[in-house]
């Protein structure tokens, strides 16, 4: 593999440069920085989309006559890397990187023109109706009941860990329409309002003290049939397909730029004039994290050049999903221990984009209990850990 730039490549690495540049204020950059979670919050992630949008590069990895920019895979790589490294906010992943791409695999030329546009302008706000109360990783245990009605089915039933359902306007969701045979040939996915009446949206607040998750009721819930995305009872197979573009990766640049914040932080001297920095066992562990997040890195590009030659990012991508969650997790715990006593004060308020009160200690160290609280779960949502391994053991290894 060529990692060098080409002098076009570099051409078009110093115009995202320039962009950024000019493009990034105060607020968005305060909105990425102040960010405990993985997820952005809403109304900066919305701000960001649309400045994208504008400029024609809101979907990297979508095929041109989608609205995609026609970016070969080392752009998209070098479009990431400098949004990380540039602290822009990071992008809802629901419409563009899942609902989107089942879309155009699976979805009706009347679907594609209906949605695609909108999730390319952010007028339509997605989230995930996958995991119920009892089936998160035995996901084909789903009982969320569609009853067919003549031209509609009859929602009832409630999905759980939906993330930002707060925000959303849409949900792509599966649903069980027959109850005999094999688990997973009962069940379809649908497209649905979520203001469609019936539909509640209850809050679970993390240890964080984030919204970020919430409980969906159903209760008689009208969906029209052409909503369907797939056959009836073919939902498990838009399903797992949705599910490899989740786990397909794009976190490396993200983790490039929060090594680099750690190594910024840790470099501050304190009283004594002494910076963590120059310890020898935590620079060893920064410089072993640094080389894991080279395996990443490369695990990524092999999914980019299989998307590239249009291929699905495939099994592999659950390779990608633990190494990128553990990475990520034990990244955050190294920014803990540099921010050290600063971790302590619990000042949520002072993390809200707008927030003008001066926080207590270092602005660096504001939000790394946030994220380490947040950055539990990542080895959890998406998949766990052990069912990712599952996956490779089956999949990838023939074992
Ligand atoms: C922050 C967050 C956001 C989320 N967002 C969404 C969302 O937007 N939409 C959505 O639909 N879902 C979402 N989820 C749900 C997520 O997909 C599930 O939590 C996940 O699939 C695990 O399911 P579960 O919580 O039911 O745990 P369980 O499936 O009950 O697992 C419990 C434990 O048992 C282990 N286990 C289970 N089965 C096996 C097995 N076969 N072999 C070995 N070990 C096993 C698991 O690894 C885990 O350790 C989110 C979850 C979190 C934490």
């Avoid at 080409?6 to 078009?12: H, L, N, Q, Y």
């Avoid at 949008?53 to 990297?60: E, T």
């Avoid at 020898?280 to 980019?304: G, K, Q, T």
Wanted: negative net charge.
């Amino acid at each position: 593999m060529n990692l060098q730039l080409s002098p076009a490549d570099a051409r078009f690495r110093d115009e995202v440069r320039s962009f950024l540049e000019s493009t990034l204020d105060d607020g968005l950059r305060r909105g990425a920085d102040r960010c405990g979670s993985v997820f952005q919050d809403y109304a900066t992630n919305i701000r960001w989309h649309r400045i994208l949008h504008r400029k024609g590069w809101i979907a990297p990895s979508w095929p041109e006559r989608f609205g995609g920019p026609g970016w070969s895979v080392v752009q998209r790589y070098i479009f990431q890397a400098e949004c990380a490294s540039a602290g822009a906010p990071a992008l809802a992943p629901m419409g563009l990187g899942m609902c989107g791409p089942v879309l155009m695999g699976y979805g009706t030329t009347e679907q594609q023109s209906t949605y695609l546009p909108r999730i390319l302008s952010g007028e339509d706000y997605w989230c995930q109706g996958y995991s119920e109360p009892g089936s998160g990783s035995d996901l084909a245990s789903l009982g969320l009941r569609a009853a067919r009605d003549g031209d509609d089915y009859i929602l009832n039933g409630t999905k759980i860990w939906t993330t930002h359902a707060q925000h959303a306007n849409r949900m792509f969701l599966l649903v069980r329409t027959a109850t005999s045979g094999r688990p997973q040939a009962g069940i379809s996915f649908l497209l649905l309002d979520m203001d469609t009446p019936g539909i509640s949206v209850e809050p679970i607040i993390f240890s964080s003290g984030d919204h970020e998750v919430n409980t969906v009721f159903f209760e008689s819930v009208r969906v029209p049939v052409t909503n369907r995305v797939g056959e009836e009872n073919d939902g498990w197979t838009v399903a797992k397909y949705l599910l490899e573009f989740e786990r397909g990766g794009g976190g490396a640049a993200r983790l490039e730029a929060l090594l680099a914040r750690i190594r910024r932080m840790a470099a501050a001297t304190d009283a004594s004039g002494s910076a963590l920095l120059n310890e020898p066992d935590f620079r060893r562990r920064l410089d072993a994290a640094a080389i894991n997040l080279d395996a990443v890195r490369m695990s990524e590009f092999r999914i980019l050049s299989a998307l590239s030659q249009g291929g699905n990012p495939g099994p592999a991508s659950s390779i990608l999903k633990t190494s990128t969650a553990a990475l990520n997790q034990h990244l955050t715990e190294l920014a803990l221990e540099v921010a050290g006593i600063w971790a302590l004060p619990h000042q949520p308020e002072a993390r809200e984009p707008t927030a003008t009160a001066t926080p207590v200690g270092p602005e660096a160290a504001l939000t790394a209990t946030a994220r380490y609280l947040n950055t539990r779960a990542v080895s959890i949502a998406g998949g766990t850990d052990e069912v990712q391994r599952n996956i490779v053991a089956k999949l990838v290894l023939g074992l």
